[in-house]
């Protein structure tokens, strides 16, 4: 009689255990990884809760450390404002024909313009709704910003 390799005719409970087991185990991988990512895209909100105990408020579409990092209305829609430097934010004036303001200090830095936002927001949005979307995009680029 020939060799034959052992073949198993059923599934064992230990099988079934073992697999659930790990299907389980790469569930709550997963889940701990969704969760992780979750509170990675919190980060700015959570460090100064936790430092201050102060609960964090909403702040609509912007950045809360830098400023413009929003999305802003146009006269057809809205487009997203992103200065990252301050350099940026210089040649926005620019673009927005305010040189006559790049000295006023409420808007010199990015942490001037938050202490200052219930004033930045709404000069922001009446900047922004005076030219279309496109129109501010194309002028955007080419200020190279």
């Known amino acids: 009689m020939p060799m034959t ?3 198993k005719v059923t599934e064992s409970l230990w099988d079934h255990v073992l697999s659930v087991n790990v299907k389980s185990h790469f569930l709550a991988a997963k ?6 990512s979750e509170i990675a895209l919190c980060e700015n909100s959570l ?3 936790f430092a201050t105990g102060e ?11 830098l400023t413009p990092f929003q999305i ?11 200065t990252v430097c301050e350099d940026e934010w210089h040649r926005f004036y620019k673009f927005a024909s305010m040189e006559d303001s790049i000295s006023d ?3 010199q ?9 219930s004033v ?7 900047i922004m709704k005076n030219r279309t979307t496109q129109e501010s995009s194309r002028a955007l680029r080419l200020t190279l910003i």
Do not use: W
């Open 31 to 36: 889940i701990a990884a969704m969760v992780n």
């Open 120 to 126: 930045f927001e709404p000069l922001m949005n009446e």
């Open 47 to 49: 460090a100064p809760s």
């Open 105 to 107: 200090p409420r808007f």
């Open 55 to 65: 609960i964090p408020q909403p702040l609509g579409s912007r950045h809360p450390l």
């Open 5 to 7: 390799p052992v073949e």
């Open 72 to 82: 802003f209305p146009t006269k057809d829609g809205y487009i997203v404002l992103i």
């Open 109 to 117: 830095s990015h942490k001037d313009r938050i202490a200052n936002y």
